[in-house]
Structure formats: structure tokens, C-alpha cells
């Protein structure tokens, strides 16, 4: 499986709203609803903010929204904070009980 | 409440074989539809998925490494182990276990990574 194409970095001042893009193919994106993404701080492990394209797990602040159009998913964080700054992965099923993970998108908040 | 901890050499040589275990608490694999992956990533670089195994004993492998993956669980003492053959350099990165529950197609629960160093 390729990776999913994520933008490397995005950037954004307090308070705004930044989307992260994250693009597959119509064998793993476009052909199920089970994007998730992940927040990761430096030296820390991934922590799941988003799953079934758009779901928040209980206890993420509803400042995290996703959506997914055909062959591309986004994340959107609005009211940006400086706890928002960190490394962004996508990943999506792929069939075949196979998964496949984007190239992570750098978040820095100005 | 759940947490999985990863363990096993912080160095191995090229050409062996390193074993990692994930003991994990708060949850059993003898549950139905519990499963559990490995998720490796080299320094400053991306996550990728590498293997999974099931309540009921199934695995899935990479397709790019499956040839070189072995993973198995020790359900009574909340275990799962996953050994790479052939070590390479490339292969130096932070290993993570991470559960996916009953149901679900994503990682909830994720242990604090092992970071792995291959080199002579």
C-alpha cells in the first residue's frame, strides 16, 4: 500500500482555523468511511482525535471536526491553541484487514 | 483502565532477529473482536501499520514485510509479541502496540512506544 498524501506542514495563528487535507485512493479512502486521525507531540505516542471519517472519541474538544470527500479526507481544528502544535497522521482501512497511514502534517500554531 | 507498554532491545545488530513483547492490561484478548497491531516509526518520520492479530488467533501482515513478521499472543498473561527477522538499519525506529476495539477500524489505545536502534 502507498502512503496517504498529506500536506507537510500547515500553519495558523491563535484562534483561526487551519484544515489538514490527507489524499488516498479509491481503495482505501474513497471505498470506506474509516479514516482516523491521530495528534502526536514530540516524544509522545499518537492520540486518536478522529475516527469513522468524522467522530470525536469522548473527552476530544469539539474544536476537531473531520470530513471526507471521495478520495480525500480533511481535518479542521478551529480556535486554534498553542496545545494544537504538533504532528498530524491520517490513516485510513485498506482492505484485507490491512491499514495505511498518511505522511503526517506538521501543525504550527504562530 | 487500558494501557499496553511495550518492551524488548533498545539495539540489535544488523541481519538478526529483534523481538518485541506488548503486555497490556484493562482488557483480554479472549475477548471477541479485540485486537491488537504493531505501528513502527523511524525517527522524524511517518507511522506505518505493520501487523495485527485477533481474539481468535487471525494475523495480518504489511504486504512489504510480511515475509520478515511474526506476531503471536500469550492470551493469560496479556502478551502479544512480534518478532522482525533479517534487521537492517532502516528498521531503526520506535515500535508502538496499540489496541483496536470491539468493532472498530482505528487504534484507541496506543502504549508509549520502544524505540529500536539497528546498527553494528
Known amino acids: 500500500q502507498s502512503a496517504l498524501t498529506q500536506p507537510a506542514s500547515v500553519s495558523g495563528s491563535p484562534g483561526q482555523s487551519i484544515t489538514i487535507s490527507c489524499t488516498g485512493t479509491s481503495s482505501d479512502v474513497g471505498s470506506y468511511n474509516l479514516v482516523s486521525w491521530y495528534q502526536q507531540h514530540p516524544g509522545k505516542a499518537p492520540k486518536l482525535m478522529i475516527y469513522?471519517?468524522?467522530k470525536r472519541p469522548s473527552g476530544v474538544s469539539n474544536r476537531f471536526s473531520g470530513s471526507k470527500s471521495g478520495n480525500t479526507a480533511s481535518l479542521t481544528i478551529s480556535g486554534l491553541q498553542a496545545e494544537d502544535e504538533a504532528d498530524y497522521y491520517c490513516?485510513?482501512?485498506?482492505?484485507?484487514?490491512?491499514?495505511?497511514f498518511g505522511g503526517g502534517t506538521k501543525l504550527t500554531v504562530l | 483502565q487500558v494501557t499496553l507498554k511495550e518492551s524488548g532491545p533498545a539495539l540489535v545488530k544488523p541481519t538478526q532477529t529483534l523481538t518485541l513483547t506488548c503486555t497490556f492490561s484493562?482488557?483480554?484478548?479472549?475477548?471477541?473482536?479485540?485486537?491488537v497491531s504493531w505501528i513502527r516509526q523511524p525517527p522524524g518520520k511517518a507511522l506505518e501499520w505493520l501487523a495485527r492479530i485477533d481474539w481468535d488467533d487471525d494475523k495480518f501482515y504489511s504486504t512489504s514485510l510480511k515475509t520478515r513478521l511474526t506476531i503471536s499472543k500469550d492470551t493469560s498473561k496479556n502478551q502479544v509479541v512480534l518478532t522482525m527477522t533479517n534487521m537492517d538499519p532502516v528498521d531503526t525506529a520506535t515500535y508502538y502496540c496499540?489496541?483496536?476495539?470491539?468493532?472498530?477500524?482505528?487504534?484507541?489505545?496506543w502504549g508509549q512506544g520502544t524505540l529500536v536502534t539497528v546498527s553494528s
Open positions: 484493562g482488557f483480554s484478548l479472549s475477548t471477541s473482536g479485540m485486537r
Open positions: 496499540a489496541r483496536t476495539a470491539v468493532a472498530a477500524y482505528y487504534f484507541d489505545y
Open positions: 469513522e471519517d468524522s
Open positions: 490513516c485510513s482501512y485498506a482492505g484485507s484487514s490491512t491499514w495505511v
